[in-house]
């Protein structure tokens, strides 16, 4: 029968403290959310820069809703190619200095799409330990041969590279993990690939719009943009393959690849989320222009984070627990066990804070932990009102 073993599995899942609980969010993204008719300070979302309800992205968004309707109707390959998604990945190529850019629906799907589209049978995988799941499940989709190497491992790394006799080499990795908010070595990274001739694969779901100083991301936060910029004609890092989201800092939804025009054209042909879905409203493509040109000019938005990470990391004054060494808006506190995570988001969530605990599988076993995620959109004030809260909880248990 099979509903009765779903429903033990469900049981189980209770009992070990990993069941997890949709909330219903009734009010749009910000600093403040209402949940369930109450409002809450929140420190969850992903809205790095505060731009998910910014009042130039809703009016882009609805006079493009009002000028090409909401569906498209079709894939990009039929005739749901839009002039609005074919201006914004125009303004993505030149907003991230890569020759040219294809956008995709969702990050997910963008990682399937480039990882199968560039490796098959014959190749090999090689990827960090804590990359996120779509990447994974792109790498096992690919029936590539998968390795994965400890986290930011490099002498493993070089190892295994150097060990391959696949036709072709993929590293993918993050280049800031998501559950840690630290930063993956990026220009060592790509002289490993260079040296064996594999290609890098970037997930900057987090970085994009946050690092560097004009928010260009990873590369810029490196230094490595000059070297994909004109007047080279061709990149000098022919093995960089650049993806990021667009449901993050940038406020909205979807991603993109970016890189030489033979990669992003190999990938109209080839990728299969890309060419065997409907392609999105091209309202969010308007919305998306916007948001651009806001993470160009407002500076203000990276500074306040960089404030707010250096408040929060200065308040906190923790024994037990740990934060995490990070110098993202992401700064997870280490808990430990699961069911001690999730009281203490509940204890704060009654007080009117929302965190939310992070458990496995998403992070490894015994690491259960607090993910608070900074906005732009938060006050000095709000961070201390945190911090207090969590010294204080840490001491009382
Ligand atoms: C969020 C995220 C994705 C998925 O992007 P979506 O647009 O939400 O599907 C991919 N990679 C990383 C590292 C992410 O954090």
Redesign the pocket.
Known sequence: MLFPSLADELKDLEAAGLRRHRRVLESPQGARIVVDGREYLSFCS?DYLGLANHPALIAAAQSAAARYGVGVGASHLVNGHSVLHHELEVALAAFTGLPSALFFS??????LGIVTALAGRDDEIFADKL?????NDAALLSRARFTRYPHLDLVVLEKRLAASRSKRKLVVT?????MDGDIAPVPELLALCERHDALLVL????GFGVLGDKGRGVLEHFGLLSRCLPPHSSPLTPHLIY?A????AAGV???FVAGPVELTDYLVQRARSYIYTTATPPLLSAALAASLKLIDEETWRRERLRELIASLRQSLKLQRWRLMDSTTPIQPVIIGSNQEALAVSEVLRERGIWVPAIRPPTVPKGEARLRISLSAAHTIEDVAHLAAALNELESAA
């Open positions: 992903n969702t990050g997910y799907m963008a990682n990359n996120h799941a779509s990447l993050d280049a800031v993990f998501s997930d900057d779901a987090h993806m989201t667009l449901g993050k939804f979807g991603a």
